[in-house]
């Protein structure tokens, strides 16, 4: 099957959904490994294949390095999702998504923070590689 840019939206929807409905039912002020879970359990009910602390090796210069980097979850093979629970968003963890999917080779990545008032608007940042622009549209 061949991976198109309206695949990757709708998967990234349906990710964000289900994200909504852990932020709905929990709410805010929890950690964040709680809705780590939460949102991997919540993942899996809707039928995605989810990995949990999934290696991020790490290449440099020839070498893979033995390192501890683990994104929060992978799902389907395609979506690195970056889950937070913080008063405030910082640049840093934009950079740390980018990181993730350019070390795992995906296309797009979603930056979740559960602690907002409304996930859909202001709790949640889509970012995608050039493997998702390369991606045909249909």
Sequence with gaps: M??????????TFKIV??????????????????????LKHEL???????????????????????????????VDDLIVIE???????????EAQLLTYLRLLDKPKGILINFNCKNIFREGQKTMVTELYAQAPPY
Excluded: N, S
């Design 17 to 38: 959904g289900c994200a909504i409905e852990v932020h709905r039912t929990l709410g805010p002020g929890l950690l964040e490994k709680v809705y780590d879970r939460c």
């Design 2 to 11: 061949e991976i198109t840019k309206r695949y990757l939206d709708d998967l």
């Design 44 to 74: 899996e009910l809707q039928g995605f294949h989810v990995q949990q602390q999934q290696d991020v090796p790490v290449h440099y210069k020839g070498v893979i390095l033995d390192t501890t980097l683990k994104c929060d979850l992978l």
């Design 83 to 93: 889950v937070k629970a913080v008063e405030q968003m910082h640049p840093v963890f």
